[in-house]
């Protein structure tokens, strides 16, 4: 037998998302909406660590890790357990601890469950050793998840179709810079927020079109002009989402009052991201939002971002076993398959 190493711990660190653009389409007969987004990845990180252990089980620490449920619903937990599943049939794969630094908000609309499904994934397929395993099939288990996680394994700008989950790189050269705004004990439910806004185009008597990215966004991201980027922002679900917690709209007032160059709520919401025109813009804006704007986590972010990547990782010698001819379980826990 050859010594080898083996990855004992993989840490990744992956991104949470806005939206500059989001149009909804109708509801689909699987429950979701056709929808045409703009996704974009700021620097506001989570940290995932997975290692292997005896059983299952996820781990929260961090300024959100309060929040995050550590039951059978994680979906980084659903992800790791998933792609278990999915291995190729000879791959052996050991049961995971994951433990999470949280940053990202907590059902805040920045796709932080499906941040850390992603970085799970990418995790778990370095310590397993599942070389083999095609970025293609990667993101095929990963859209079998939620319609988010695709773009967070991509990261960067991208234009997101079909309920999210296809994702197509747009050209963005340079940087733009965001406060988010993360009201205090806020969260909304992703399919009430949706369910909303239907409620609310029926009372209008609307019929929603075929979703389509927005031309202006495309440009202006192209020559990644703040104002013209402000000017293009774009978000469906923002009334529904301020329908449900209106205080949205008081912080959206806020940052505007503040000098923001313009504000939005962030995906299905509950934060509020307000794009500025540089660092210094951002400090004061923030500064100026902790003094005047309602009650809330401020934070400081740059986009765009790149997807989930490991950043570090230990290896140790292969372990040989002290018994070959037994079923003993070896140090790293059962083996599953
Ligand atoms: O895909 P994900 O699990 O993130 O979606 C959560 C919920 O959000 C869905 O169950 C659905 O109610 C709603 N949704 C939708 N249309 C989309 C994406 C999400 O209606 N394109």
């Excluded at 340079?174 to 009372?203: I, K, N, Q």
């Excluded at 031309?215 to 529904?240: I, P, S």
Aim: charge should be negative; hydrophobic fraction near 40%; proline fraction near 7%.
């Amino acid at each position: 037998m050859t010594l080898g190493t083996q990855a004992q711990t993989v840490t990744v660190r992956v991104p949470g998302k806005i939206n500059l653009g989001l149009s909804v389409g109708p509801l689909r007969e699987d429950g979701y909406h056709e929808l045409s987004t703009v996704y974009h990845a700021v620097s506001l990180y989570d940290t995932v660590t997975v290692q292997p252990s005896d059983s299952w089980s996820v781990h929260a620490s961090g300024p959100w890790g309060e929040e995050v449920p550590t039951d059978e619903r994680n979906l980084a937990l659903v992800a790791a357990r998933t792609l278990a599943k999915r291995r190729a049939r000879k791959a052996k794969v050991h049961p995971v601890r994951i433990d999470i630094d949280k940053h990202i908000p907590v059902a805040g609309g920045m796709a932080g469950g499906s941040a850390d499904a992603a970085a799970t994934l990418v995790g778990c397929r370095e310590l397993w050793g599942l070389d083999h395993l095609e970025n293609d099939l990667l993101e095929m288990i990963a859209a079998s998840l939620g319609s988010d996680i695709p773009f967070l394994l991509h990261g960067g700008t991208a234009i997101g179709s079909g309920r999210g989950e296809h994702v197509t790189s747009v050209l963005a050269r340079g940087e733009l810079h965001w406060v988010l705004w993360a009201g205090e004990g806020l969260t909304l439910s992703t399919p009430e927020v949706y369910a909303e806004c239907d409620r609310l185009r029926e009372a209008a008597g609307e019929t929603p079109a075929a979703p389509q990215p927005g031309g202006a966004l495309m440009t202006a991201l192209r020559r990644m002009d703040t104002d013209e980027v402000a000017a293009a922002l774009h978000n469906d679900l923002q009334e529904a989402a301020i329908s449900l917690q209106p205080v949205l709209a008081e912080a959206l007032a806020a940052g505007l009052d503040l000098g923001a160059r313009a504000g939005l709520v962030s995906g299905s919401g509950p934060t509020v991201a307000f794009l500025v025109g540089s660092q210094t813009e951002a400090i004061d804006l923030s500064v100026g939002l902790a003094a005047n704007g309602p009650t809330g986590d401020i934070v400081r972010a740059v986009g765009p971002a790149p997807g989930a990547q490991i950043i570090h990782q230990r290896t140790s010698p292969e372990p040989t076993r002290a018994r070959p001819d037994t079923d003993r379980p070896g140090p790293l826990g059962p083996v599953i398959g």
